[in-house]
């Protein structure tokens, strides 16, 4: 003994696993570094809208470095697609952004690559990134589409570089169809970078420890995070728990679209039925298996509270049923854009409502709902160039038994920054004139949850402009007695002065000199609101 | 600058100790230490310069934990932020994430000033450093009402675009600091664009400059006429003055002296590649020194970011006073829980849970009569049963379990310096391993063969090596100017980098009367289109060393693409004094029983030497362990140890260099 990993048998011990576990999250955020700094869209390189992974030779997450959640657990779709169409060779890279096949929303893309020595596959190694545009009807591409072909360009799983060449045919269709050619060379440039140090990475890891080891070893890491994920799913109370909650709408007609859950706890196990969901819709929030597989794990992984190593083995004791054809499993061809940054987070509303039966001192009240998707894009002829601009705006976040909610941050599937005002006046037509937080939007109660964000953009160009947003009618919900949050609202200012709201969902073209202001949602309280003079001084509003 | 009659004094402040480091004209060299007073550190420094100098005359660099602690325990003075109008909420939402992406609850750093202190200013330029609307007469006696109506003596200034064009920020500076209020000014700390990260710097100096000022003030009374400076967190020292009003630069000045003491230690066996490992109780410092030390601009504290050049230095939560546990899932995990100094580790004698420092005692490696010279006893058999539950659970025996704690720990700084080389590009086989802190050299080995490095080097005195480093550290001023400029000529940016220059100079001069300065010019470079830069020093074939420079970090390079000048910067250094330290006697060796070291799954018979009996001018081998005062060495089987001319210990990598201990 004495933890020797020798090239024969190797046991992987405890401390084996320790040291392996340092190794192999070392690659994978190596690999996210490389990425983000030599980015070009503002969504990979500020916002760091992005995920790295290592998968063993079958395809089975090994380990990942994800800054935002929703990339955690849709990322092990996307190697098992690549699997599906191909028999990769060294040097072979791969390409996709079909949500249909391995894929979230279009503008997501991702990369995989297979890790040779000589003829053994030791392993793949992927990373998703999401550019600031991919074509389709209006720029930033999270428009309101019909169907996923005006949602712009759709890549199933396709080589792009094939045994160390890439396919410039290939590159070319994809620069022709996306609005920022040259930004989005670069983004795929620092794409493919990321993966060949991930790659080399692993190689002198099993230089270093022998390949049997290093299988091993990515087999015991992924038992260790689905222990450590049935121990904590046994902490819970065993029991069924349902809840339901409403998207506000389509953006195309369709209001009140209904996401219904029944969780089972038992013993150790989570089975999540989302039966009784309404269908798939028209519009684009829509769902597919891969986003709504990432909430149900975002969501245990908090409950977990343990450091669970992200891996498929993390995601071995929960079972998910959704049914086909609803909006939380859409089928083609439905228009899916907003399904990963807005549904998304209403499934995490309503599981959360669920488990808040099971364990109600730690399950917070809903926190804002909505990433309030904000994009815009045109001509800006003082520059001389095209632009296209996508960024998501912050809320707050629901109170709990313990505390009140965090205001102007970013909750559940997102933690992107947001783009300094001084970085974005300088690149784009546009001046920020108002960024503060939106004081008591958060739902009152025992504590109050936390407050919104408001921001107003001025465009100094004429622009096409896409929001994409939700709880603007359906308010984020409290808790325990706690009032539900405001929702949010967008308003438009021409230059005349002439203002009016716009919808939670809408693409309009505006000219220079517009206003755009959004509030966002608060998150809701917990508790019931108490008058000053029965309050213990600790549990008054933060701040 | 150096006055011949002066004696060189480096002080260092730690949690526990207060360290001292004298060198005399004659080139005696002393060490003292004693008792930090965290109530009033400055207590304990004045003590200490009293018992080490008498009334000898003495320059004396300093370095400083009143900042960080202010900050770290949110001890600073009361604060009035003046930002534009409709952003003073800005300190409050940040860059809008949460530190732990999976908190049910999440949370962000409280900002340091709340939103009634915060106060907006009608006024606004623009990127390019027009104003926009114009800050008038009227709106800055208004904002002067507000601030000494609030009655409070420290302002953080931050105006958008301040880096463009400072006039609106001077203006409001100007009217404040005629009435006596301490300004901490954007555009003069950073003038760098992102608004948060300018902001949170310029408030962070706010908070802890009136701290420090006080601070300083009577230290300057205690130390009557000698001359006082303190180590900012580049690395460099700088006046008592500079040091209170721009407080922001001296939070990491304790770990920079560790560094700078590497480097000035190093050069003396002709060595300036180095990567540096400070293992302390609960926390190891890593860092890489490229010939020079190297800073960067993206750090934070208490998860406030921070924009004022320090050394690049990677903090690993894990030391020797850490615990080692088996968690739920079944994996073995050495801290970042720690047992502190109270209990301490087990064989101190109080604690029951196994740390480190248990687990290189069981392994032999820590000498327990020669622990802290003799002045500590430590125990063996209390180590081996608080590692014993541990050998259970792992089903192996306790000196297996041991070895475990070890290799978990050493993987842990081991990711460290791959972090500081590896993923900078850089080929760690290239590089001296230096090691300082008790417990590094007991690791050093190990880490060296784990990253192919076949050199260490443990400088004399490992223990109060910060303040060797901060008495050795170089007088420096550096500023920053945001310029943006696409494809620019040498020319173009020299023109830029001018100004600056000029304010470097002018500030040496002041502080340094007649001293040579060496000024080194650099710019923050980017393919146009990407946020993150990569510093290159000003001067000839600047596009084809970023080039190079890109493709050495991030695989790739893209010659034809338009490239953008972000920042310039200017850093302008005085060298410290030479001053001669004598040679510290040998000593007589003496023969010591040998020792038991368990070493890769076997007991082994080591030589247990104490390092002033090392024989000059001759290598023992491995397995050797070397005690002294404040650290022990493991010379591992397959190393060789010899004592350079300075006293340095050097352990070499014998012929078949090859990883072990796996």
């Known amino acids: ?543 | 600058m150096a006055r011949s009659s002066a004696v060189l004094v480096g002080v260092d402040t730690g949690g526990t100790f207060t360290d001292f480091v004298g060198v005399w004209p004659d080139g005696d060299c002393r060490i003292h230490k004693r008792p930090s007073t965290p109530d009033d550190p400055a207590r304990a420094v004045l003590a200490g310069l009293e018992e080490l100098l008498g009334d000898a005359d003495a320059d004396i660099t300093y370095g400083s934990t009143v900042a960080t602690n202010a900050v770290l325990e949110r001890k600073g003075a009361e604060v009035v932020v003046l930002t534009t109008a409709g952003f003073e909420d800005l300190l409050e939402i940040g860059r809008q994430t949460r530190p732990d992406i999976y908190a049910l609850q999440p949370r962000k750093p409280q900002p340091l000033v709340g939103r009634a202190r915060r106060i907006g200013v009608d006024e606004r330029m623009t990127f390019d450093g027009a104003a926009l609307s114009s800050l008038t007469a009227a709106e800055i006696d208004r904002a002067v009402r507000r601030v000494t109506a609030s009655r409070v003596g420290s302002v953080a200034l931050c105006l958008l675009h301040s880096y463009a064009n400072p006039d609106h920020e001077r203006r409001l500076a100007d009217a404040l600091r005629a009435r006596g209020v301490h300004c901490s000014v954007s555009s003069e700390l950073v003038a760098e664009y992102r608004e948060y990260e300018r902001l949170s710097t310029t408030v962070i100096n706010a908070y802890v400059a009136p701290v420090m000022e006080r601070h300083l003030v009577r230290l300057g009374e205690g130390v009557g006429n000698r001359r006082l400076r303190v180590l900012q967190s580049s690395g460099g020292a700088t006046s008592r003055e500079t040091a209170s009003h721009e407080a922001v630069r001296t939070l990491l000045s304790g770990p920079a002296g560790g560094v700078v003491g590497a480097l000035a230690a190093a050069r003396r066996i002709g060595e300036s590649k180095l990567i540096t490992l400070d293992m302390g109780g609960t926390s190891t410092d890593v860092s890489l020194v490229d010939g020079a030390v190297r800073r960067h601009t993206e750090w934070t504290i208490g998860d406030l970011p921070v924009k004022v050049p320090a050394i690049d230095i990677h903090t690993v939560g894990a030391g020797g006073g850490s615990l080692a546990t088996i968690d739920a899932g079944g994996a073995l995990k050495v801290g970042p829980e720690s047992a502190g100094a109270d209990p301490g580790p087990a064989c101190y004698g109080r604690g029951e849970l196994p740390t480190v420092t248990d687990a290189d005692l069981v392994l032999g490696r820590l000498v327990e009569d020669a622990f802290l010279g003799g002045d500590m006893r430590i125990d063996r058999q209390r180590a081996v049963r608080a590692l014993s539950g541990l050998a259970r659970r792992l089903r192996v025996s306790v000196e297996a379990a041991a070895e475990g704690v070890v290799r978990v720990v050493n993987a842990g700084m081991e990711r460290a310096m791959r972090t500081m080389s590896v993923e900078r590009g850089l080929d760690p086989r290239d590089y001296v391993l230096v090691c300082f802190g008790g417990a590094a050299g007991m690791h050093a080995c190990e880490l060296a063969d784990a990253l192919g490095m076949r050199k260490v080097l443990v400088p004399t005195h490992p223990g109060v090596l910060s303040a060797w480093g901060a008495m050795r550290a170089p007088v420096e001023r550096a500023h920053v100017q945001t310029v943006r400029l696409v494809d620019p000529s040498d020319a173009e940016l020299a023109a830029a980098a001018a100004p600056l220059r000029e304010r470097v100079i002018a500030e040496l001069a002041a502080e340094c009367p007649g001293a040579r300065c060496e000024i080194e010019v650099s710019v923050d470079l980017r393919y146009r289109g990407q946020s993150y830069e990569i510093e290159v020093a000003l001067g000839g074939g600047l596009r084809r060393r970023f080039d190079e420079a890109h493709r050495r970090l991030y695989g790739y390079a893209d010659p034809e693409r338009a490239i953008e000048a972000v920042n310039l910067r200017v850093a302008g250094a005085v060298a410290a004094p030479k001053q001669r330290e004598k040679k510290q006697p040998r000593r007589r060796p003496r023969q010591r029983p040998p020792r038991q070291l368990w070493w890769a799954d076997g007991w082994r018979r080591a030589r247990h030497v104490e390092r002033m009996e090392m024989p000059a001018g001759r290598s023992l081998a491995g397995p050797l362990i070397i005690t002294e005062v404040s650290a022990t060495t493991v010379v591992a089987p397959g190393w060789r140890a010899s004592v350079a001319p300075g006293g340095d210990l050097i352990l070499s990598r014998g012929r078949q260099g090859k990883r072990n201990g796996r």
């Not at chain 1, 700094?37 to 809208?49: Q, T, V, Y």
């Not at chain 1, 669920?354 to 045109?378: H, I, K, Q, T």
């Open chain 1, 1 to 543: 003994m004495g933890g020797r990993t020798g090239r024969r048998a190797p046991t992987i011990d405890p401390i084996a696993l320790e040291v392996f576990h340092h190794r192999l999250s070392a690659i994978a955020e190596e690999m996210g570094l490389t990425l983000c700094r030599s980015a070009f869209s503002p969504n990979i390189k500020e916002r760091r809208d992005y995920s790295c992974a290592i998968f063993d030779a079958r395809g089975t997450m090994a380990a990942q470095a994800a800054h935002i959640p929703v990339h955690l657990g849709s990322a092990p779709q996307s190697v098992l697609a690549v699997l599906r169409h191909h028999r990769l060779e060294a040097g072979d890279v791969v390409i996709l952004n079909d949500p249909f096949a391995g894929g979230t929303h279009l503008p997501d893309v991702t990369v995989v690559a297979p890790v040779f020595r000589g003829e053994r596959l030791l392993g793949h190694v992927a990373n998703r990134a999401h550019h600031a545009d991919i074509g389709g009807s209006s720029p930033g591409s999270m428009a309101l589409a019909r169907e996923i072909y005006q949602e712009g360009l759709r890549l199933p799983p396709v080589k792009i570089v094939r045994r160390g060449e890439t396919d410039d045919d290939l590159l070319a269709v994809f620069l022709a169809n996306t609005r920022i050619a040259d930004e989005r060379r670069g983004d795929l440039m620092a794409q493919l970078a990321a993966l060949r140090v991930g790659a080399a990475r692993l190689l002198e890891l099993v230089d270093a420890d022998g390949e049997a080891a290093v299988a091993a070893a990515m087999a015991a890491l992924q038992d260790y995070s689905e222990r450590l994920m049935r121990g904590a799913l046994a902490a819970l109370p065993d029991g069924s728990y349902a809840a339901e909650d409403w998207l506000d709408g389509d953006g195309l007609g369709r209001e009140s679209i209904r996401i219904r859950v029944a969780v089972e706890l038992d013993g150790g196990r989570a089975r999540v039925d989302f039966s009784g969901s309404d269908d798939q819709v028209e519009g684009g929030v829509n769902a597919n298996l891969a986003v709504t597989l990432a909430a149900v794990y975002y969501v245990f992984r908090c409950l977990a509270q343990a450091d669970i190593p992200a891996n498929a083995g993390m995601m071995r004791p929960i079972e998910v049923r959704a049914p086909e054809g609803s909006i939380v499993n859409a089928e083609f061809p439905a228009a899916v854009a907003g399904g990963n940054v807005e549904t998304s987070q209403r499934i995490v509303d309503v599981l959360l409502r669920a488990l808040a039966g099971a364990v109600p001192e730690r399950v917070p009240a809903a926190s804002c709902g909505s990433m309030s998707n904000f994009a815009f894009g045109g001509y800006d002829a003082a520059r001389g160039r095209h632009f296209s601009y996508y960024e998501t705006i912050a809320g707050g976040a629901g109170a709990s038994a313990a505390a009140a909610g965090e205001s102007a941050v970013q909750t559940h599937m997102t933690n992107t920054m947001n783009t300094p005002v001084e970085a974005l006046e300088a690149d784009l037509p546009v001046r920020v004139t108002r960024y503060a937080i939106r004081r008591n939007s958060g739902g009152r109660g025992e504590h109050a949850g936390g407050d919104g964000i408001e921001r107003e953009i001025e465009l100094l160009a004429p622009a096409s402009v896409t929001l994409l947003g939700e709880r603007r009618r359906y308010a984020p919900y409290g808790l325990a007695g706690g009032a539900p949050a405001k929702p949010g609202r967008n308003r438009l200012r021409l230059p005349g002065g002439t203002s009016k709201p716009l919808p939670a969902k809408v693409s309009v073209t505006a000219p220079s000199g517009t206003k755009i202001r959004i509030d966002t949602p608060g998150g809701g309280g917990w508790g019931k609101h108490k008058p000053r003079s029965q309050r213990s001084p600790k549990t008054t509003q933060r701040r």
